[in-house]
RNA sequence: GGUCGGAUGGCCGAGUGGCUAGGCAGAGGUCUGCAAAACCUUUUACAGCGGUUCGAAUCCGCUUCCGACCUCCA
């Protein structure tokens, strides 16, 4: 196993060697979408970012249970532990029971994760279709001192936790400043401590996701699905959690605390985050109404967008950033991305069609060597596409006769964009040059070459024309015409 | 206000104490019936001011600006 993969670890805010638990298991968690609404753009890089970590983890050969939830119950509006969950709110104000809201946008989330040719998780839990386990986990809590009841509603006890524990250790703030920039607890507030947060809450009467506990009838906060998840099927420490950086501060950092207080250890021992995509330099996010919608994004339909881009383009976008930098979003960049990716399409068509030569100007090796450093290094898919650029250099000097690879190169090549390219980096030809349509196409390239064979150029510019039209560009050369879409 | 992270050429975006990132765009050339593509060459750079160093865009300090989190968001 070509193992010296280093990863950017949250809690020591350093890059460190990765070693799993139990190899060649790994286990990795990731916080996915709260399925009351469509999946916005920046939702999606998360997921994309973490199929990237997914499929390399995979391609070293790591044996990888991937858990991914659907949080379709206890997500508050507001995070104030009180008034209602967005399942219930999204569901009145549709006025259909609150399992269609979760059916319809949790069917939606995976068909835009197909587009994105994003690898389904090992296991994909709902929060509400683990009640039971939160709920024992919430007792185990009680039972070891770090959470109370007040009126049907259990409180996880920060303020205890943190006499004992680095209650911050995600975020290294003092918990005094966290104190004095929390809301004043009002008269009628049950909570001991500004700090804590619900575990279980009392249903309100009119509340219709509920369920019985021996606290009386509720449900479950946000946070401690993730950590009844987590444990169940990856064990109380796993080797990688993952998220979002916007969930980093209160979400994860009260995941530790819950676990910590449960199974007396750290859940995981490598928390990986991800940036944000910008609008203009903002934060993509649903309340500010910067967001786009995966389809808006691939027919053009928004005021923002100047055309549509496919999302093999949209996906290779975002790999051309680090996953823990901020990635801006503009038609421009887009634009660029969309050429760079046609280019490096292209030129993986042309592979087949090269011979090998009895010597070779070009050693695969020195590439595939760096592209393993590029993704062993907290997974660096832009320079590993830098790399692979160099590849498409390669392929259409040889394909142009100014350049020879031999047998032995030649299939490193071709093995080499299988791996990267395909596996790794999860991009797909969006057309398919052997299929049908690639059958009608040859036989239209030779009614063309008949034309022109004939000196007909009228013809056969005619052909030329008439397919770009039909955003179908042909490109002649000594070996023969390709065509490629615009 | 606190914590954290940024500021790289026309755009996006890597990286690093001395050696070309890459993509897109621009310029010139080669090839070509035309077109496109491809290939070659090439212009524009590391926010500002100090400091450390033989040498800093890269380390340190200060300044300015930006963002994220601290209230729901991947």
Redesign the pocket.
């Known amino acids: 196993m070509k193992s010296k993969l280093v990863i950017y670890n949250t809690l020591t ?1 350093t890059k460190e060697n990765f070693t799993p638990i139990n190899p060649p298991f790994v286990g990795l968690y990731v ?1 996915g ?2 399925v009351y609404s469509d999946v916005h753009l ?2 999606c ?2 997921f994309v970012s973490f199929d990237l970590i997914y499929r390399y983890l995979l391609h070293l050969g790591y044996k990888v249970r991937y858990v991914r939830n659907i949080t379709d119950a206890g ?6 532990d009180e008034g209602d969950d967005k399942f219930s709110k999204k569901a009145r104000l549709e006025q259909v029971e609150p399992m269609e809201i979760v059916q319809r946008y949790t069917l939606g989330f995976h068909h835009i994760m197909q587009l994105f040719n994003v690898l389904p998780p090992s296991i994909e839990p709902t929060a509400t279709g683990h009640i039971a386990e939160q709920i024992e986990m919430v007792k185990t809590i009680m039972n070891n001192g770090y959470a109370y009841e007040v009126n049907g509603t259990v409180y996880f006890d920060v303020e205890k936790y943190s006499k004992s524990h680095n209650y911050t250790v995600l ?4 918990l005094e ?2 104190l004095a ?2 809301r004043d607890l009002g008269g009628q507030d049950e909570k001991h401590g500004r700090l804590d947060f619900a575990l279980w809450i009392k249903a309100k009467p009119e509340h219709i996701m509920r369920w019985p506990s021996p606290w009386g009838w509720g449900f479950p906060g ?1 946070h401690i699905e993730c950590s009844a998840m987590s444990s169940k099927y990856l064990g109380d420490t796993f080797d990688i959690h993952g ?5 980093a ?3 994860h950092t009260n995941e530790i605390a819950q676990s910590q207080a449960c199974h007396h250890v750290q859940p995981a021992r490598y928390w990986v985050h ?1 940036n ?3 609008v203009n ?7 500010a109404g910067n967001g786009f919608l995966p389809q808006e994004l691939f027919t053009g339909n928004h005021p923002l967008l100047e055309r549509g881009y496919s999302p093999m383009t949209v996906r290779f976008f975002m790999l ?3 996953y823990r ?4 979003f ?1 038609n ?2 887009l ?3 969309d ?2 990716y046609k ?1 490096l399409m ?1 030129a993986i068509a042309l592979l087949d069609k090269l011979t090998p030569a009895a010597t070779s100007d070009f050693d695969i090796t020195n590439i595939r060597e760096r592209c393993y450093q590029a993704m062993n290094d907290d997974f ?1 898919s ?2 590993l ?2 790399e692979l ?1 160099e590849a ?2 390669i392929i ?2 040889v ?2 006769g ?1 350049g020879s690879l031999d047998q032995q190169n030649l299939d490193m090549l071709k093995t080499l964009i299988r791996d990267f390219v395909f596996d790794v980096l999860g991009l797909t030809e969006e057309v398919a040059q052997t299929d049908d349509f690639g059958k009608l196409m040859d036989f239209i390239i030779r009614l063309r070459l008949d034309a ?1 064979n004939n000196k007909d ?1 009228a013809t ?2 005619k052909i ?1 024309l008439q397919l770009q039209e039909l955003g179908i ?5 000594k070996e023969g015409t390709t065509w490629s879409k615009v």
Request: glycine share 8%; hydrophobic share 25%.
């Open positions: 805010r916080c979408p709260t920046g939702n890089r998360t997500h508050l509006e507001g995070d104030q975020t290294n703030r003092q400043d966290l920039n929390t946000w998220g979002g950086m916007d969930l501060a209160t979400h991800t944000m995509l910008t330099g903002a934060r993509m996010s649903k309340s051309q950033a680090h930098s901020t990635l801006d503009s421009e960049a634009d660029a991305s050429k760079g280019r292209n660096n832009p320079v596409i830098a650029f498409v250099r259409n000097t394909y142009d100014k022109k150029y056969s510019d030329r560009q042909l490109k002649d050369s």
